[in-house]
């Protein structure tokens, strides 16, 4: 009796030593809870959509949806409008969604505009056909220096013709550019979940001067109602967003559609009245997301220190425009080696223990 006593706590460690890489597993993960880092002031920015951040962080940029001014806000961390850049005319605002902050190295920084929604009840009320024509704007990212009422010449808004390559009318409201090479992609938005959300890439060398065509290069993106995306800074990670949730790839070897055909890291995001944008911070360790209506705020989400997945191989097959028809299965993730090898060895110490147990009592 006395020697089966003193291995039961032998036999407790075991056990514990079985459940305690897993707990480590299910927590090593978990990041800070998200908190809300400023209220957007002021009753002109009332339909946020889209989100970016200056390289230092200390400025944040937004802009209107359809029907409202073609203009660009820039916030401070307090949620003040610090400047309001005005583009040249109210049309080219046909319907913002979304925009994104591009700094080539060694070259200045551009904002870049999504001028890429379908416009629907703008079209429907004035009697004009599903749009098929869109753009992407280009201007300069405005410095610290500049605050107030900021027009932008009409010589220094770039205006980017974009074209589907189907010709068919689509609603693009998120878009994401690839930090080193510039490439451009839009998400489609789509509310039925049977239907498949198309990722759409614009040509490596833009042109001013005709139409560039969008070429899908993923077809079965598995969210429903996409609002926003972005690349990180390092261009390492992707993340797409919806009402309730952010997407988030590891981005392997600079290829975006192998990538996203991988399974992403799903973030929850906090309650917002109607989420738009998403932005990553300058150090990519956390997300920031805004939402429409008055006095909104913006959140700070921070990810997990080892978020992401890596692309998965993609199935053998010859397919036009590198656009597999089946996804390729997802990759094993760390989490699941680290459980499988702690569930063989915590096994095994109990098995060694137990044999010792009946051997004690034999001997008694």
Known sequence: MARRMALAPLLTLACAGLLAPAAQAATARAPQPPEPIFHVLGGRIVEASGLAVSADGERYYTLPDAGRPAEVYVIDGTGKTRATLGLPRAELNEDWEDLAAVRPAGGAGHLYIADTGDAFFTRRDAGLPP???????????PGAEVTGSTPVAE????????VYADGAAHNSEAMFVQPGTGRVFLVEKTEDAKRKTGLWSAPAVLKEDGDNTLRRVLADLKIVGVSGAAFS????????????TAYL?????????????AEPVEIELPLQKQGEGVAFTPDGRALLVNSEGGRQPVWRVPLAEETGTEAAEPPETTVESRDPAVPAPPPESADGLM??????????????????VVRGRRAV
């Open 131 to 141: 749009r098929t024509s869109y753009r992407l704007l280009r201007i300069a990212e």
């Open 155 to 162: 010589e220094d808004v770039t205006v980017f013709p974009l």
């Open 233 to 244: 800074p390092s261009g390492d990670q992707v993340v797409i967003r919806n009402a309730t």
């Open 249 to 261: 790839w590891r981005i392997k070897d600079g290829d975006v559609a192998r990538s996203l055909r």
């Open 339 to 356: 459980l499988a090898v702690a569930g063989l060895s915590g096994t095994a110490a109990i098995g060694v223990l137990a044999f010792v």
